[in-house]
């Protein structure tokens, strides 16, 4: 019972995880078609604000009141990561539209350059963020252990849905960006500047992957690689769950975080990655149609 | 022989809950050329879309009748495999191979010899080139057969896509808006072709110009919100209130 | 002048070639001063191999594949584990030793054979690659979704080779081995390195010479139907998931033979060369080089390895990073035939068919 609990709960924060890297790229993905092959650097700049932000607060803030540097990280890496998209989307993505295997390589060709340049900065060694005080140790139930960093990344991740949920579905800047989605023509007809909803959108997408970053660096330590061993997975759930549905990415990340943990507990990490893999695999063979549907009057686009 | 070639049996089609095709039955006879007609949302595409296995019916059949094999069903066939069996289609919007020549789209189209090996070992023989030079002489891109495809303009687009459906050699051929984005002149000389091919050929068409109907239609089926509204010859098609109602008295033209 | 611009890649190639021949004749009258170098253009013959291969599906088919460094690497690790054993006289490595293995494991059994260890060389890229693609493209998944599974795929094989340390040496990899031909190191086995050398020119002529001949044939013309439009080519009555598996498994066959060829001069093999950074590298070799071409594979394989060469060997290494992100980003946003397209474009496009693409580009708009 404790072991299934546990592991549930591992399941589930690694969910929350997959889920929090990928929300931005679903969104990119759904609106933009762009497949961001840069946005596990994005996570990497997140969780390099989160470093940086600790180190200045620490220069001035007495100890007992530190952990504040956390809660002033994630708006801040938010911001950082929302600036570099919209730059990113200005001048590589806005290019490419149309062509989406080209998006995604010149896309490669951005985070090889962005780590490239973290490597520059911060060495080719990990750096440490210490988590907060607060959210050391965990929450002892039983014989069960829940520890607050990652329940916190859970509300995190709920908190981020959240507002997307208000920001695509409540929003007048929802409403143009669906818009955009649905008809991108008819909604330029209609007065909408469907530039500046891409580079928005593009730009939200890449703030998530900060809030992501700054996640993640409480996992473990940062190093230039950090966002490639996250990203693999997200993109995994993004195919799972389909395109242009916030359900289901969250559905995807599911699959893929508590089918990785259920096989990891049986057989090792390694064996779980190859079986997620075959999940994604046959998924694809029952339902292909949810993917590419050809709704067009004309053959191939 | 049977003296239809084509059989479409209470063919439904729903898109999420939406009726696109309400039991649709139809007849189409051999070596002759027949309309499907409607407003725009009447579900001829669609219709189309089935018997080519685009779309998959959510009830009925379509039986086809070679003339030297027995009955297929092509519901259920794979799109390739209806093609080989002699069952061909013109999209709407023009889709030839914009990066090849129109001789290599030509080649691309010709009868069998669809697999990979005879792709890679077997060159097109004297008469099928001669074939092809037949075939782009009738539709008048022999000069342009070097050209590349997507360099062509649109009429002439929509001519390379009916030629490659001609040098299939098929049993039914089927049409969506070969006329459109064509001039009268254009029009009117696609229609003249289409009357020469179908001695050897079934052909199905959907066209909204009445003089291109007129000119060639030896059949007519009216299709209205997805339901047959009414079959026939062109002139007592149009004859026929209800059809004036829902689709021509619309129009308002001829 | 029309002629060269029929011929001009043939041309090209032979240029090459016989740049490439000379390459021992200069080594031996030290016109190139170190063996590495000479290791080094070997290698990038493999690289040219390979490059043709992704080509083949990138280029010509629209398949963008980011695992191909999985199937480099397993011809390469096959040829390693013949070549190790050769080492060993057939017994236990060390590596195994060290992992608790008694005595060869049995998949390392076939590789003391040499015709054996060739035919899994080809074998066993080739059955991978045909069994995802059976699965994958006969649900028509394409795109992005496939190049996003081609990568998780290399992902999962990279860490299952890591973890199966004590048959694969984990991180490390194969390392310490020999040539097919013997030992290359030195200038009294001077006469191997030439054998070597040679052979695999001779391994890059035949590839280039059958991606010509493919690609000239009524096949290659499927590949580019089958690249502008998937559909249509369905509706002309081709299996186009059968072609997409066939063209997939050459490559990633060629993809094999390349990793063998290129363990013979590296000496060595690792994880490394499956990871999907160096997978999508070999793709950046292609789209620099003019990607729909067989010889804009091959030369953009060459000149990327050789500027790499150039700049890290001369403590360069953070500046061609950003470089080659540079590089690759101007080339897919700015030049998307690569070299090969800049060449066509500026010195052969005649008038009349630079009206005509704009005459296209117009209407397409």
């Known amino acids: ?301 | 022989m049977k003296e239809n070639v084509l059989e479409i049996k209470n063919i439904s089609v729903c898109f999420d809950g939406f009726y696109a095709l309400t039991d649709v039955t139809a007849n189409v006879k051999r070596n002759s050329i027949h309309f499907f007609l409607g407003p725009n949302g009447a579900g001829k595409t669609t219709l189309l879309d089935i018997i080519c296995a685009k779309t998959k019916p959510t009830k009925g059949n379509v039986l086809y009748y070679p003339k030297e094999d027995k009955e297929m069903r092509l519901t259920g066939m794979k799109e390739y495999k209806i093609v080989q069996a002699g069952v061909g289609r013109k999209f709407q919007v023009p889709s030839v191979f914009v990066n090849l020549t129109v001789e290599e789209n030509m080649i691309l189209s010709l009868k069998g010899h669809k697999g990979i090996f005879d792709s890679i070992f077997r060159k097109p023989t004297k008469e099928e080139i001669d074939s092809i030079h037949e075939v782009l002489e009738k539709v008048g891109l022999l000069e342009d057969i070097n050209t590349r495809a997507g360099a062509l303009a649109h009429g002439k687009k929509q001519w390379l896509e009916i030629a490659m459906q001609i040098v299939q050699k098929l049993e039914i051929i089927m049409l969506d808006e070969p006329a459109a984005g064509m001039g009268k002149p254009e029009t009117f000389r696609t229609g003249e072709i289409l009357k020469q091919i179908k001695k050897d050929c079934t052909i199905i068409v959907i066209e909204h110009d009445m003089d291109f109907v007129k000119q060639i239609a030896d059949k007519v089926t009216v299709l209205h919100e997805g339901k047959v509204l009414m079959e026939g010859d062109i002139n007592t098609v149009l004859a026929d209130k209800t059809v004036q109602s829902v689709y021509l008295g619309r129009g308002g033209e001829s | 002048m029309k002629k060269i611009k029929k011929q001009g890649s043939n041309i090209c190639f032979l240029i090459i070639v016989i740049l490439l021949a000379l390459v021992p004749i200069m080594y031996q009258y030290e016109l190139i001063e170190a063996s590495s170098t000479v290791l080094f253009i070997g290698k990038c013959m493999a690289f040219a191999i390979v490059a043709i291969g992704l080509d083949l599906i990138w280029g010509y088919t629209g398949i963008l594949s980011l695992g191909h460094g999985l199937y480099f690497a397993l011809g390469g690790y096959a040829m390693a584990m013949y070549l190790k054993l050769q080492r060993t006289g057939g017994g236990i490595t060390d590596f195994m030793h060290i992992g608790g293995l008694k005595e060869l494991p049995l998949v390392w059994k076939p590789f003391l054979s040499l015709p054996v260890s060739i035919f899994l060389i080809l074998f066993v890229p080739g059955i991978l690659a045909g069994v995802i693609g059976y699965f994958i493209f006969k649900n028509r998944v394409k795109g992005v979704y496939f190049s996003i599974i081609s990568q998780a795929l290399t992902w999962a094989a990279y860490s299952i080779f890591i973890a199966l340390s004590p048959y694969t040496n984990g991180n490390v990899g194969i390392t310490d081995i020999q040539s097919v031909f013997g030992s290359i190191k030195g200038s009294m086995n001077f006469g191997n390195l030439q054998i070597l050398f040679y052979s695999a020119l001779i391994l890059l002529i035949l590839v280039y010479a059958g991606a010509k001949f493919l690609t000239g044939r009524k096949f290659g013309k499927l590949l580019i139907a089958i690249r502008d439009g998937e559909n249509r080519t369905y509706f002309s009555g081709y299996q186009v998931s059968r072609y997409k598996t066939f063209i997939y498994v050459l490559s990633a066959i060629l993809a094999g033979i390349a990793g063998a060829i290129f363990v013979n001069f590296n000496g060595s093999i690792t994880p490394n060369q499956m990871t999907i950074a160096y997978s999508i590298t070999m793709v950046i070799w292609v789209a620099v080089g003019g990607r729909g071409t067989i010889i804009g594979a091959v030369i953009g394989a060459f000149l990327i390895n050789m500027c790499e060469y150039k700049l890290s060997s001369g403590g360069l290494v953070e500046v061609w990073q950003y470089l080659i992100g540079a590089i690759f980003c101007i080339t897919i946003i700015f030049f998307k035939g690569g070299i090969i397209g800049i060449v066509r474009d500026h010195l052969f496009a005649s008038g009349r068919r630079k009206k005509a693409e704009r005459r296209e580009l117009r209407q397409n708009s």
């Not at chain 1, 995880?17 to 609106?31: K, N, Y």
């Not at chain 1, 994005?42 to 009141?65: C, D, K």
């Not at chain 1, 060709?109 to 900065?121: K, N, T």
């Not at chain 1, 849905?161 to 818009?179: D, E, N, T, W």
């Open chain 1, 1 to 301: 019972m404790v072991q299934l609990i546990n592991t549930l709960f591992n399941g589930l924060s690694l969910s929350s995880i997959v889920l929090l890297t990928s929300l931005g790229l679903a969104i990119t993905f759904g609106l933009m078609r762009v497949i961001n092959m840069a946005h596990g650097e994005f996570v990497m700049i997140g969780a390099y604000t989160t470093y940086v932000v600790q180190n200045v607060f620490s220069g001035f803030l007495p100890e007992s009141i530190q952990w504040i540097f956390y809660f002033a990280a994630i708006p801040i890496a938010f911001g950082i990561t929302f600036l570099f998209g919209s730059i990113l989307e200005k001048l590589v993505i806005s290019r490419l539209y149309g062509r989406e295997m080209d998006s995604l390589l010149a896309t490669w060709g951005i985070s090889l350059i962005l780590q490239q340049a973290a490597r520059s900065i911060f060495g080719t060694q990990g750096v440490n963020v210490t988590a907060p005080s607060f959210l050391q140790g965990g929450l002892k139930i039983g014989g069960c252990t829940f520890s607050y960093n990652r329940i916190f990344i859970i509300f995190l991740v709920l908190l981020c849905l959240i507002g997307m949920y208000f920001v695509i579905y409540r929003s007048g800047f929802g409403k143009k960006m669906r818009a955009v989605m649905q008809n991108r023509p008819m909604a330029q007809c209609m007065g909408i500047d469907s530039r500046k909803v891409d580079n928005i959108t593009f730009a939200i997408g890449s703030g998530l992957a900060g809030i992501a970053g700054c996640s993640v660096a409480l996992l473990g330590s940062i190093d230039s690689t950090i966002g490639q061993s996250y990203i693999v997975n997200s993109f995994m759930a993004v195919v799972l769950g389909g395109v242009g549905k916030l359900a289901g990415t969250v559905l995807g990340s599911g699959i893929i975080g508590f089918s990785s943990i259920f096989t990891e507990n049986y057989t090792s990490s390694t064996i779980a990655k190859a079986l997620v893999l075959l999940i994604v695999i046959i998924f694809l063979q029952k339902r292909p149609q949810g993917l590419f549907v050809i709704k067009s009057r004309s053959l191939d686009e």
